[in-house]
């Protein structure tokens, strides 16, 4: 029988959150500690300059010292989705990479970005988007998105996961399976994707297939995909995630869920239910990404169900074990000191890529 400290490091291990201010607060700072966390993600809340995230990495990294080291996560996309101030790279959107369509340049792409993370402290970059643009009217994928070619978006996708995690930086492609045929915003309410099986087949999984096998994470989306598990969320869905994730396009690595507080789950669930729900379809570790207390609800009703139900409990073992693997694999290595950092910075070829990309741009295609 586990004890409670046991059941409680076990169900941290499955939850990664967010935390406010520019530094670690005391909280988190003691879940960490106790390993009832897996880690943190970051955003422009907790960022001031690129010397200030270095230092906030490096106490987090610091903080959580030990064997099965810590998840320093970032959503670095490019364009209008990025936390990071110059003189990190400041990418474009992946439509501009999308337009140019050269695999070798997303890769470098990808490996410039990995190199300026990875020197900050992160090792877990929530990218690339591998939603298929292909509604128009979309409020949230748009220009995040390689473009509207299925094949396109994972060919170019697979370059930039293998750059980034060439670098040691842990890609994670999103959002299972697809977010771009939405007229929703999932952060306020809950899609609905009423394509057959075929069409998912033809478009939205596509991309997915296509990095299965190489890259380390893959999140969920909160969208109810009808032909999938008709009523039931992506994220929540056993049939997604474990039938279809794991089973049928064989995925190995780590499943992320997205933020459990955005409103396509929060309007309509608690977050005890979200967290158990989750994890019991197949999801690794929850993004609770803003208040404190709701990834506390999250923990105890985990530690709750692991103690009541011994299959909830095998699994939790599974997915802890994947996420220590995972970041074993890509441990956070923030760089010595402030002038390595910037100087990895500065030798990322950043510069002349970005400005290789601006010169290319004006003609897509024309190489």
Known sequence: MSTARELSELCGQLLVVGFPGTTLDDETR????????????????????????????ADVARTAEGDEGVFIS??????????????????????????????????????????????????????P????????????IGDRSFGRSAARVGELGAALVDGLQSSGVMACAKHFPGHGDTDVDSHLDLPHV????????????????????????????????????????????????TDLLRREL?????????????????????????????????????????HRDLADRAHVALIQEAERNPVFRARCHDSAARSRALRRRYPARPAPSEEALMR???????????????????????T
Request: a negative charge; glycine letters at 8%.
């Open 30 to 57: 003691r879940a960490l500690r106790e390993r009832r966390r897996a880690g943190v993600i970051l955003f422009k809340r907790n960022v001031e300059s690129l010397p200030a995230v270095h230092a906030l990495c």
């Open 74 to 127: 970032v959503d670095q996309e490019g364009g209008r989705v990025r936390r990071i101030p110059a003189p990190a790279v400041q990418l474009p959107p992946m439509r501009t990479i999308g337009d140019i369509d050269d695999t070798d340049l997303a890769r470098r792409v990808g490996g410039a970005l990995g190199a300026e993370l990875l020197a900050m402290g992160f090792n877990v970059d929530f990218a």
């Open 129 to 140: 988007v591998l939603d298929v643009n292909s509604n128009p009217n979309n409020p949230i």
């Open 194 to 241: 009423s394509h057959p099986r075929v069409r998912l087949d033809e478009i939205e999984l596509v991309p997915f297939r296509r990095v299965a096998a190489t890259v380390g994470s893959i999140m969920t989306a909160h969208i109810v995909f009808d032909a999938l598990d008709p009523g039931v969320p992506a994220t929540l869905s056993p049939r997604v995630v």
């Open 250 to 290: 064989g995925f190995g690595g780590l499943v992320f869920s997205d933020d459990l507080e955005m409103r396509a789950l929060a309007d309509r669930f608690t977050v005890e239910e979200c967290a158990v729900g989750a994890v019991r379809a197949g999801c690794d570790v929850l993004l609770v990404c803003e």
């Open 344 to 366: 990895a910075v500065s030798e990322s070829g950043a510069e002349a890529l970005l400005a290789e990309v601006d010169s290319r741009k004006a003609a897509p295609l024309a």
